[in-house]
């Protein structure tokens, strides 16, 4: 059996070294922090969203970047593989809306004690504050790593779990992602997703705290629809934010990144169609001809949306009911089914929940996490250009990644 270090203490890491150490391996876990993972802790708020029990085909249409190179590490170490793991390391676990997974605490620290416990279990060696500064490569052979101290730690497999460059804070700092390009591998291009996104018009920030709930966001590069999904999301000081969003920077970003802007809509009132919104709003105001709009409108909208929807469409702000004609009427039918803003930015890396870009699977073998170039080289997690959408799909990845890393040396 081999000398094994995996470096990096996340959920990818931990797994991979729980997974090596299974088969017999003398693993040793190199962490820079001070313990283990130190994302985990603020997953899903602190509550640790840790998979997504759904169906294992759903959970390819939730993944982003390279959803059929998981084929093997999924199947090999699935959601329910995960909420096995867990409960059999002493932690109740529980199914929420959308197939969440948290445990039955709600503390993400009992995620971390099962782990630390299946790491114990196969006598895993954890070395905390421990920076790794390189791989030790020799030919087309891995032969250890280099510690920051400079000292070399000898190992017959090395295992690069170090996450991507989002939580920059909890120790992302893209380090295997400079080792693996250092060692002649290609880098798919790198960009914050599953982050908030900036907009154009001033009007955006006056509506600062407003959430909005069923509603339908539609985004678009010139004609092409690039983004269709219903849900809830938020007005904040620099643009717009919330589930809906989130989910759409993963699909814009490479888009938005090479054109700088993007045309996006919000559907308010997706359950009517234009004809009955228009006949809705023709009997309210039948009902109150003597009435100001803005009066009308709160009936319709959030009151801090009112007087930008007033503003946008170009009305004073004490105009009546009775003096709206059957085309203004029909411009507010419009606005309420398609408001418009424009979006010209990802915000960074630090508000980001996931990295897009990485590792290029191209590289990996993925029956194995193996790199295909060098010998005695695996990757797994985030480090890879792997990502999903919200709702434990990341964390599984990095399960199944790691777990088939350690099992496949």
């Known amino acids: 059996m081999g000398n094994v270090i995996v470096v990096g203490g996340g959920a990818a890491g931990m797994m991979a070294a729980y997974s090596a150490g299974m088969c017999g391996h003398k693993v040793t876990l190199l962490e820079k922090n001070e313990k283990l993972g130190k994302k985990i802790y603020i997953t899903g708020k602190g ?48 199914v929420e809306r ?42 087309s052979t891995v032969k250890g790593v280099v510690l920051k101290s400079g000292k070399e730690l000898a190992a017959d497999h090395v295992v690069v779990c170090t ?9 992302s700092t893209g380090d295997g992602i400079e080792w693996a390009k250092a060692a002649g591998l290609k880098i798919s291009d790198l960009r914050p997703a599953l982050v908030p996104l900036n907009t154009k018009e001033a009007y955006i920030p006056e509506m600062q705290g407003l959430s909005l709930k069923n509603v339908n966001l539609t985004i678009f590069d010139e004609k092409k629809k690039l983004y ?73 909208l959030p009151s801090s949306m009112v007087p930008v929807f007033i503003d946008i469409l170009g009305f004073d702000d004490g105009r009546q009911i009775n003096s709206i004609t059957k085309e203004e009427r029909q411009s507010i039918v419009s606005l309420l ?38 010998e005695g080289l695996s ?31």
């Open 163 to 171: 996450g991507g460059l989002s939580y920059y804070t909890t120790g």
């Open 98 to 139: 959308g197939n969440r997974a948290f445990p039955e605490s709600d503390h993400a620290s009992d995620i971390t004690k099962a782990l630390d416990n299946g790491l114990k279990e196969f006598g895993v060696k954890v070395q905390l504050n421990t920076e790794v500064k390189g791989l030790s490569i020799e030919g």
């Open 337 to 374: 089914k398609a408001f418009p803003f424009t979006i010209i930015g990802l915000r960074d890396f630090k508000e980001a929940i996931v990295t897009q870009g990485g590792v290029s699977v191209k590289d990996i073998d993925p029956s194995t996490m193996k790199c295909k170039n060098i």
């Open 379 to 409: 990757f797994a997690g985030e480090v890879l250009d792997l990502d999903a959408f919200t709702g434990g799909f990341n964390l599984q990845i990095a399960w199944s990644t790691g777990y088939l890393a350690g099992i496949s040396i």
């Open 228 to 300: 269709d999904s219903f849900g809830e999301m938020l007005f904040t000081h620099f643009g717009v934010s919330g589930p809906l969003v989130l989910s759409a920077s993963s699909i814009i970003g490479k888009t938005l990144q090479n054109k700088g802007k993007l045309s996006a809509f919000i559907d308010l009132k997706p359950a009517l169609s234009a004809q009955d919104l228009d006949a809705r709003i023709l009997r309210d105001f039948n009902d109150n001809m003597n009435k100001h709009l803005s009066t009308v409108l709160r009936g319709l």
């Open 47 to 94: 509550r640790c969203n840790f998979t997504n029990a759904c169906d294992i085909e759903d959970f390819f249409k939730n993944v982003v970047s390279n959803p059929k190179f998981l084929y093997s590490a999924l199947y090999t170490f699935s959601p329910d593989s995960m909420i096995d793991f867990i409960e059999s390391h002493g932690v109740k676990t529980k």
